[in-house]
Structures are given as C-alpha cells and as structure tokens.
C-alpha cells in the first residue's frame, strides 16, 4: 500500500472516532433514562430497601437512605425506650452525623408520649452514644431575618409548652444582641423544657457577615 492509500484509509478511521464517541454518549443516556424509569425515584410510592429503612420503620442515614427519605419527603427518628440501635441507622455508635437531604423534608421524632413533628427541616444533625441516639438537632430554612426565624419558633414553641413570658425574653434578647453585635455572631436560646416525654429546647443564632440565621430545634430523650 503506497503513502496516499495508507493516508486516506487513516483518515477514513479516524472520522469514525467522533461518530462511535457520539454514539457510545447517546447509549449511555439511553440506559441511564431506562434505569431512572425503573427507579423508585419516579415511583409515586416508593418502596424502601434493607438500607433505606429500618423493620420498625424509622428512617436510615446510609447514601441510598438518605436519598430514599429525600424522595419520600420525610424523616422518622425515635427516641423512646426500644429504640433500634445507631449501627442499625447507619451511624456511628459514638458521634455525630450531618444530614443534609436533596430537599427539606417533614421530620417526625417519636418520643416517649407521644410524636414531635418538625414540618419542613434542611440539616439534621444527629449525636449518637453508646450506640443509641442522644440528641437530634434540627435546622429550618429561613429568609435570612431573625425575625422570621423567631416567628417560626414561637410557633413551635407554643406548641411545646413555653410560655409567652420565655418567648418576649428571646424576642428582648435577639433585639439586644443585635444593637450591640458589631457584626459579630450572636445567638438567643430557648432552655431545656420536657415535652411528650423528650427533652427539647430551641435557639435562634445569627452571622450577619456570612448572611446566615438558623432556627435550631433540639431534642433528646
């Protein structure tokens, strides 16, 4: 074979390169859109895997559960004598684990006397001892105002027993602490109360530099 037929038959190779890379990308799309069809992602109820859910039902903190409880919309978190384990959650036995889901979802907390609901949270952060969960502490989304924030925690914390009297001394505190902050973080706390069995207690903190307010929800058995 001269130089000019080795050149053009190269040629005619490498223009089919482009066209099997091309083909090979649409292949995987294709596959990747069957996958998702089949997925519980798209199921209207999904059902959960061994590493999604707990037998009793309580939702778990692998990958593929918090995905699972992110497409489901909520959280079950109990915190009552018989509670399963942390390693049958997927925690640590000693520790404390950051959740953040695709999207906020519902939290329910199954206390002692009765079920803590939460509504919308974007971060749970769960400490865990002696392989049992020890506290569960729960951030919402908030427009960056600490007056929505407050508002927010009023009404939960209505719920949960504190009176009017706890919730003007937070008000007092948050519009002091802001006056005399500088820019700097400040924070305001609703004590220990005991609800339905569990321990809860709620805290509105403030970063003006990095534009941040969360309203914290903890609870503990």
Same mark, same amino acid.
């Given at each position: 074979? $001269? ?9 005619? %190779? /490498?223009?089919? %390169? ?12 294709? =596959?990747?859109?069957? !996958? ?5 992602? +798209? ?15 309580? @939702? ?8 699972? #409880? @992110?497409?489901?919309?909520? =959280?079950? %978190? ?8 942390? +390693?049958?959650?997927? #925690? ?6 950051? %959740? ?9 907390? /199954? ?21 049992? =969960? @020890?506290?569960?502490? #729960?951030?919402? $989304? ?16 209505? $719920?949960?027993?504190?009176? *009017?009297? *706890?919730?003007?001394?937070?008000? $007092?505190?948050? +519009?002091?602490?802001?006056?005399? @902050? ?7 706390? /609703?004590? *220990?109360? !005991? ?5 809860? &207690?709620?805290?509105?903190? =403030?970063?003006?530099?990095?534009? &941040?307010?969360?309203?914290?929800? +903890?609870?503990?058995?």
């Amino acid at each position: 074979m $001269d130089a000019t037929r080795r050149r053009h038959t190269r040629r005619r %190779i /490498l223009s089919w %390169i482009p066209i099997s890379v091309v083909a090979l990308i649409c292949a995987g799309f294709v =596959v990747g859109a069957v !996958t998702m069809q089949d997925s519980w992602w +798209t199921d209207p109820e999904p059902t959960a895997a061994a590493d999604q859910r707990t037998p009793k039902g309580m @939702s778990m903190f692998t990958g593929t559960g918090v995905d699972y #409880l @992110s497409r489901e919309g909520f =959280v079950r %978190i109990e915190l009552r004598d018989g509670a399963e384990t942390a +390693t049958m959650l997927g #925690l640590d036995a000693d520790g404390t684990r950051t %959740i953040t889901p695709i999207v906020p979802v519902d939290t329910l907390v /199954l206390a002692e006397d009765g079920v803590l609901d939460l509504g919308l949270v974007r971060e749970i952060v769960i400490e865990t001892t002696d392989d049992a =969960v @020890s506290a569960v502490h #729960l951030r919402t $989304d908030n427009d960056g105002a600490w007056t929505g924030a407050y508002a927010e925690v009023a009404t939960v914390a209505t $719920d949960w027993g504190y009176t *009017d009297a *706890d919730l003007a001394t937070m008000r $007092d505190t948050l +519009t002091d602490r802001a006056q005399d @902050s500088h820019g700097d973080p400040y924070a305001a706390t /609703l004590d *220990d109360r !005991t609800h339905l069995g569990a321990t809860v &207690s709620a805290e509105i903190a =403030v970063d003006q530099r990095a534009a &941040s307010v969360t309203a914290t929800f +903890t609870i503990r058995p």
